[in-house]
C-alpha cells in the first residue's frame, strides 16, 4: 500500500533526526510514490489526505530543501491535515451567551485581551501563527482564493488583501508567543514552535512549491510523463484503456487537438 511506504520514509527520517537522509535511492523512491499518486488517474487512491500531506511535505521540504527535523516535518503534515477543512481558520464559536472570540491577530498580541478572552492561550497563539503559515504557503499572495460571482463568473478579490509581509511576521510572532508558554514544553512542541518562527519563510516557500504542484495545481512534467507512458502502452499493445488514459492527462495539460491526431483519432470520443 502507498500508506505503508509513506510510513517506510516516515521511519527512515525519524531514525536520522537531525541530519537529512533523503540519498538519491531516498529521493528516487519519493519521486516513485509521487509518480503512483498519479497512475490510473480515473481511479480513486485508496490512501489518507494525511499520509499525502506527508509524502508532499517529503518531497519539496526533506528532499528539495534538505529539511533534518523530523518533528518540524511532521507537524506540518498534521497541520495541513487538520486545514483542509477550511474551519480551522477561524476562532471557534463562542458558547451561548458567551462573547465572540476575536479573528484579528493584532488582538492576541494584547496581553490584556488574551488573557481575558483565551482560557488557553498556548492553543490560540499556535492556531494563529499556523493559519499565518498556511496561508503565506498556500495562498502566498496574501488572501483568500478567488470567489464566483452570482453569474458563476470568477472574480478576484483583490479589495482587502493583506500583504504576504503581514503573516509573515504575525506568524514568526504567534510561534514564539507559543513555544514560551508552559504548556509547549508540557507538550514537547518548544524547540519546535521556535523552528517554525526562525525558519517561517523557508516553510513558507516549501508550502508554496508543494500548493503549486500538488494541491491548487498538478505536476505537469509528470502529467505529461504519465500521458506518453500510457499513448506508447497504447500503441504497443492496443488496449484501449490506455488510450482513455492517455486522453485524461491530455485534458490536464489541455492540449490541441489538431497538433496531436494521433492521440484525438477522429471519430474517437475525448473524455
Known sequence: MLEDRISELKAIIAGNDGRNAADSRFARAVDELIGAVYDDIGEIKDISTRAL???????????GRHSSDARVLDYLGAMLDRYLDAREMFAPAPAPG??????????????????????????????????????AGVFPAGA????????????RRRAGRIDSGYYVTT?????????????????????????????FELYAGALNEMSERYILG??????????????????????TRALDDARRYASILRLDRERFPALFAPGERTP
Request: with cysteine; glycine share 6%; net charge neutral.
Open 98 to 135: 458567551a462573547q465572540p472570540q476575536t479573528l484579528y491577530f493584532s488582538d492576541v498580541l494584547d496581553e490584556e485581551k488574551t488573557g481575558k478572552r483565551f482560557a488557553d492561550r498556548f492553543g490560540a497563539y499556535r492556531r494563529y501563527a499556523d493559519t499565518a503559515l498556511f496561508v
Open 53 to 63: 500531506f506527508d509524502l508532499f511535505i517529503i518531497k519539496v521540504l526533506y528532499v
Open 144 to 155: 483568500a482564493p478567488d470567489r464566483r460571482t452570482a453569474g458563476g463568473t470568477l472574480r
Open 218 to 239: 498538478f505536476d505537469m512534467d509528470l502529467i505529461a510523463d504519465k500521458m506518453l507512458d500510457c499513448f506508447n502502452r497504447y500503441r504497443a499493445t492496443g488496449d
Open 171 to 199: 506568524g514568526k510572532t504567534m510561534y514564539r508567543m507559543a513555544a514560551h508558554e508552559d504548556a509547549a514544553e508540557r507538550a514537547r512542541l518548544r524547540e519546535t514552535l521556535l523552528k517554525l518562527a526562525e525558519y
